[in-house]
């Protein structure tokens, strides 16, 4: 029985250290705040109840043994995840006990998260000896209830997680969708409530219902075509049902700015910029499989390209001067332009390092984006870039007398250039060229042999990479209207990688579906800001160890991997037709 | 693959040889005659506007103390590199939890006096807690991210990695605040000593003391014990080195161990070097004893050493050097675009790097 | 037979890769001083069966046993330090390391000093072609050097069973030859040897026992005579060629 609980007490350990790592990196705290079910649930203690929930979810996880796949019962599930989570609050409690023995005010040099703020939210503010009972009694219940929950067949776990997911995401977007609601002039009190402004107790089993539900349905069909045979032809646009979504998601797109204001849609302009960097990493790294690590590079590029191609001014000590080099071209002709740069740029830096294996050219990609921000920063170049101070006065592109200066205005500019990448991108997928990607990424030796030009290829697919995110730069100048070095950090190379990789790498849908969660959720979720690069992070890790496909798979990928290997064994062959022959032979001589 | 496939393959190569050529003599050319440019032009500056001979010297001695931090930062990619032939992108971050995690002890200690009394015991404390906490990070990194990823396709690693130096930044943003901090020098570590008729930085002669035993004793450990055998082993076919009865696993560890140890010792010179710290403090240096490793020949002990002292010279000197005369102004303010040419040029002209093989060379 | 204890011994192993079953109820008997090969076709789970018993692969069933212990579940590394060594597949090297830290790597685990310096020199009287290049870096070796290397590198871990996997491929037909030759020596030497291979003749004129292999199970097990003359047998290699 001991051995059998071990499973529990390592998840329990590591989901303990979590907890404390929660608390000491600040995030207990400042999480607390926000209500979101009631007055009761708050996004704090969500996230204190998260470790011992997951904890006993992990020590329960079905295993292959022996060829076979084994999933603990019920009764070990209950007293695994009770082990588990019961450990989790006795760490944490231990980690309470030597915060009161040291005392906050001599940790707080160091640590700077630990504060009275912390332990109140520790203790629930009973005091030590009652917080800790309650850590170590909660937990386990909590991780009883975990262990039993993973102990539940997929099939009906699966969509009350979708439903309480939803929920959660809900309540969190309480500064947006009541908002929404009103602006439709539909009925919002039951939802959400004017008190505590996050979901009311009805609202939020109302929509656990009917969140299930759907999920159980939609859930239920996909695993029935999962098993039925891989349809033939281009799948990405088969059947009228994808039509229909795309329809429908354009619609909503189109129709937000009416919907949801102008902070949503400031903050989807945002979203838009960067989804278009975004689309076109993922030409690079997602259909040509090369990584590229300094994508920020054309961000750069197309940003300081247009402001000096359209009239932008330097800010220096003396005010505002023109730069050594501009020029005072219409904004769309310069776009023109700034696509070309790019282009030419992302196949100029590449051509060179091709032959180079893909991790190192990786780093080549970072070490060009560093040297474009360290010479735009650099006083060197500070009469044409403006040095850290930048460029400001950045067209507001005029089209036909209208100006994109609204953030609703800069919303459907950026949403018409994303929609056009998004076309490009899937036409290229499916094109010649992005099949010769496929054979590239899959066995670039092999592809080569078979005649494939991966050089020129390569070279192609930073080009088009490079076009697509100096566009994307283009109109972040835009809608910022300035242009600084600071905006271009390694920092965003990575935001825009963890976008494709949480999406999907090659998965168009998977990438808008990426910049969705990964750049309009901070933004959408208060107070997630400070956090937002550990969670990216975080993110970049689990999905490569747990789920390398990303959200929303690559198509072609996935049925790369469906398909089975066959082997061949001469000698198989030959001993069941032996067999065959013996048994021919016996029912023969047994015939007369 | 088909013998065909690789007739094929081959021919395609030499097809393409020339060309390939003569780009890179012209390029080569080009660079040769920006660098013999760039130098007459600052050399024969006139008298006043010229750097004195002195300064010259002074940059040479801090290009070879910082180009040792370097080159301990940059053991710590070339081993992970040789065991695991994946690029370590969050070491910098293990050498920023070395310097980091000794701050507060050094900075207790300067307050109660204790730096200052007893320097040489408070610096190798201090090492020694860096090296501590550096080890810490390292192995946690290598167990909870790359483990998992043992025989993934190269670019899974490298994403978890970069993935991890994100997490590992922003985890001692959170922890420890986000501003930066003044590390603590002991006063004896003021001013210079004279070494042969030379005034050295004080800071300097430690950091090179340490660097250069800390340097020996690891081509020790490689090169004599068995543990050192056992790494090279499984540097070279894992597989066959847990059927000599290597632990594996145990080596990857070790492997870890060593470059985290190593990677807290630079933390702590570094911090004493430049005198303050702070989260982000382990990119750029990450970056640069990367290229440096690159430089010498990655998997090569003797190469990060060589390309750490290389680079950190160029660092220092090259800038000042180049650009000065050209008149470009606040030269080192481009000193990290001077690391990343070298990385592009080296990897362009020689990707195995001066000491190793052909590795980031594909084929 | 009864008085004797195998050296070696699989017990109704089954091996699965995750979910995929490779090898099934596979029994395996090498009595000590005996040469028994392992034949059968590609993927039909030779090396599978090498690594089973050296515990690359826990079997889901079953049971290996060395010397009458159960030895499946442990680490590589205490079988192997338990006495079985084993010649890779294509000979894998420790192509930057010497000749002679190949060999000396092979005796990682061995504390016996001077048995070892015995033992290298055995090895290097074995094959003098060796001793004249202990200071070259193994990598720079032709084949069939470097397969005597690797004979050299098992034999320096004093296994008590030998294991080779297709010790003649990517072999040209001489120094096929010269390696069953070098087998035949060692076996000479008393060693127990246990060798997988796809080529069967070869294996079969040397070994004194053989067991065939096909997909996973084992279809065949007699001496190495009776597999000769087994019709079967022979129609199998007519269907290789
Ligand atoms: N690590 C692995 N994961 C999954 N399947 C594997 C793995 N190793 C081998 N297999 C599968 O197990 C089967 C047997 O493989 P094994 O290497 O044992 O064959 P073999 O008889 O040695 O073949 P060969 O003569 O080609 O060396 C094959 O179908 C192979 O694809
Ligand atoms: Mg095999």
Not at chain 3, 217 to 231: G, K, M, S, W
Request: aromatic share 8%; glycine share 12%; hydrophobic share 55%.
């Amino acid at each position: 029985m001991r051995g059998a609980l071990r499973p529990g007490a390592r998840a329990g350990l590591v989901g303990g250290a979590v907890l404390v790592y929660l608390a000491l990196v600040g995030m207990l705290v400042k999480f607390e705040e926000l209500r979101l079910v009631g007055s009761q649930v708050t996004r704090g203690r969500l996230l204190l109840v998260l470790p011992p929930f997951a904890a006993s979810f992990f020590a329960v996880r079905p295993r292959v043994i022996g060829g076979r796949v084994e999933q603990p019962g019920p009764g070990v599930a209950l007293a695994l995840g009770a082990v588990a989570g019961a450990l989790v609050g006795a760490v944490g409690s231990v980690g309470l006990a030597l915060v009161e023995a040291i005392g906050v005010e001599r940790i707080r040099p160091v640590f700077v998260a630990v504060s009275p703020a912390l332990v109140e939210t520790l203790t629930f503010g009973r005091g030590a000896a009652a917080g800790a009972a309650i850590l170590v009694v909660g937990g386990a219940a909590l991780g009883a209830a975990g262990g039993i929950w993973r102990a539940i067949r997929h099939g009906l776990r699966r969509p009350v997680e979708v439903g309480l997911l939803t929920v959660v995401t809900l309540a969190m977007l309480q500064r947006i969708v009541p908002f929404m609601l009103d602006e439709l002039r539909l009925e919002r009190d039951w939802l959400y409530s004017r008190a505590t402004r996050g979901l009311t107790w009805t609202g939020a089993v109302v929509v656990l219902v009917v969140a299930t539900a759907a999920a159980a349905y939609v859930l239920d069909r996909r695993e029935r075509r999962a098993l039925a045979p891989a349809a033939e032809g281009r799948p990405e646009v088969r059947g009228w049902r994808r039509t229909a979504l795309v329809t429908i998601a354009v619609v909503l797109a189109a129709a937000l700015p009416q919907l949801a204001g102008s902070i949503v849609s400031e903050i989807m302009g945002t979203v838009g910029v960067f989804l278009l960097l975004a689309l076109g990493l993922n030409i690079v790294t997602g259909y040509a499989g090369m990584l590229h690590l300094g994508f920020s590079a054309f961000f750069l590029i197309g940003a300081y390209a247009v402001a000096l191609l359209t009239g932008a001014n330097l800010v220096t000590a003396f005010g505002l001067v023109a730069p050594r080099f501009s020029a005072d071209l219409n904004f769309y002709l310069a776009l023109v332009l700034v696509v070309a740069i790019g282009a030419a740029v992302g196949a100029l830096v590449a051509a060179p390092v091709l032959r180079l294996r893909g991790d190192y050219l990786a780093i080549v990609t970072l070490a060009f984006a560093q040297i474009a921000v360290i010479l735009a920063t650099s006083s060197w170049l500070q009469p044409i870039t403006g040095g850290p101070q930048g460029l400001r006065d950045v067209t507001k592109a005029p089209l036909l007398g209208l100006e994109f200066r609204s953030a609703e205005r800069f919303y459907y500019l950026v949403l018409a250039f994303c929609v056009l990448a998004v076309f490009v991108s899937w036409r290229l997928a499916w094109s010649r060229v992005g099949r010769a990607w496929n054979a590239m990424r899959e066995d670039e030796q092999v592809a080569d042999a078979m005649g494939v030009p991966t050089g020129r290829y390569k070279m192609l697919g930073f080009a088009i990479g490079g076009a697509i995110g100096a566009l994307g730069g283009a109109l972040f100048a835009v809608k910022v209207g300035t242009v600084q070095p600071g905006s271009f950090e390694i920092i965003q190379s990575i935001t825009v990688l963890a976008v494709v990789i949480l999406g999907g790498l090659g998965s168009v849908p998977g990438v808008v579906l990426g910049a969705l969660v990964l750049l309009a959720l901070p933004g959408l979720l208060s107070q997630l800001e400070e956090f937002r690069f550990l969670i990216y992070g975080a993110v970049l890790v689990a999905i490569m160890i747990l789920r390398p496909q990303g959200l929303i798979p690559n198509v072609r990928r996935m049925r790369e991997l469906r398909e089975e290997e066959r082997t061949q064994d001469a000698w198989q062959q030959i001993f069941a037709a032996r067999q065959e022959r013996e048994a021919a032979e016996e029912a023969a001589e047994a015939a007369p | 693959m088909s013998e065909e496939a690789t007739t094929v393959r081959r021919l395609g190569r030499v097809e393409r040889l020339p060309t390939r050529r003569i780009v890179l003599t012209a390029l080569s050319l080009g660079v040769g005659a920006a660098v013999a440019y760039g130098s007459y032009r600052t050399l024969t500056l006139p008298a006043g506007a010229r750097y004195s001979g002195s300064a010259w010297r002074d940059f040479l001695v801090l290009g070879i103390a910082q180009g040792a931090v370097y080159a301990l930062i940059a053991l710590g990619y070339t081993l992970v590199y040789g065991i695991l032939r994946m690029i370590n992108f969050a070491h910098g971050e293990v050498f920023m939890a070395g310097a980091f995690g000794s701050f507060f002890f050094a900075d207790a200690w300067k307050e109660s006096g204790f730096l200052d009394r007893r320097p040489l015991l408070a610096v190798l404390l201090l090492v020694l807690i860096a090296m501590a906490v550096s080890v810490t990070v390292a192995v946690l990194l290598e167990r909870i991210a790359y483990r998992p990823l043992r025989g993934a396709p190269r670019l899974v690693p490298l994403i978890t990695a970069i993935g991890a130096s994100l997490f590992l930044q922003n985890t001692f943003r959170g922890l420890f605040g986000a501003q930066t901090r003044g590390y603590p020098k002991p006063r004896v570590l003021e001013g210079t000593w004279s070494i042969l008729g030379i005034p050295v930085q004080r800071v300097q002669v430690i950091v090179l003391v340490v660097a250069g035993v800390a340097l020996i004793a690891l081509t020790l450990v490689v090169a004599r014990t068995k543990t050192g055998k056992a790494m090279r082993a499984a540097a070279q076919d894992q597989e066959i080195a847990s059927l000599m009865g290597i632990d594996v696993d145990r080596v990857i560890v070790t492997t870890f161990v060593v470059g985290g140890m190593l990677a807290g010792i630079a933390g702590v010179l570094f911090a004493l070097t430049f005198g303050n710290i702070s989260y982000f403090m382990g990119f750029a240096p990450g970056i640069t004893a990367f290229t440096a490793a690159v430089l010498g020949g990655i998997g090569s002990i003797a190469g990060a050493a060589v390309g750490g002292l290389i680079i950190g010279v160029l660092q220092s000197v090259g800038p000042a050097l180049l650009l000065t005369g050209i008149h470009v102004p606040s030269p080192f303010q481009l000193k990290d675009v001077v690391t990343f040419l070298i990385l592009i040029l080296v990897l362009l002209f020689r990707p195995g790097g001066i000491l190793g093989t052909g590795e980031a060379e594909k084929v | 037979m009864e008085d004797r204890r195998p050296v070696l011994e699989l017990r109704g192993v089954f091996t699965h890769y995750g979910l995929v079953s490779v090898l099934r109820d596979v029994n395996v008997e090498i009595y000590p001083g005996e040469m028994v090969c392992l034949l059968g076709g590609n993927a039909s789970g030779k090396t599978t069966t090498l690594k089973t018993i050296l515990g690359y692969v826990t079997p889901s069933q079953g049971e290996v046993l060395l010397d009458g212990e159960v030895v499946s579940g442990l680490p590589t590394r205490e079988i192997v330090r338990r006495g079985v060594s084993m010649v890779p597949e294509n000979r894998r090297l420790f192509p930057d390391m010497t000749v002679l830290e190949n060999l000396e790597l092979g005796a990682y685990l061995r504390t016996d000093r001077r048995k070892v310096a015995e033992d290298l020199e055995r090895v290097l009287e074995l094959f003098p072609r060796v001793r004249e290049r202990l200071k070259q870096k193994a990598g720079t070796l032709s084949g069939g050097e470097q397969q005597m290397v690797a004979m050299g590198r098992a034999l320096m871990a004093d296994p008590k069973v030998l294991l080779m996997d297709e010790p003649s491929m990517g072999l040209a037909p001489v120094l096929v030859e010269q390696v069953f030759e070098i087998i035949r020596t060692i076996r000479g030497l008393g060693r127990t040897v246990f060798v997988v291979e796809q080529n069967a003749n070869m294996a079969l004129s040397i070994a004194d026992r053989g067991y065939v292999l096909q997909t996973g199970q084992i279809v065949l097990a007699d001496t190495a005579e009776n597999l000769l003359n087994n019709p079967l047998m022979r129609e199998a290699y007519l269907g290789e060629l």
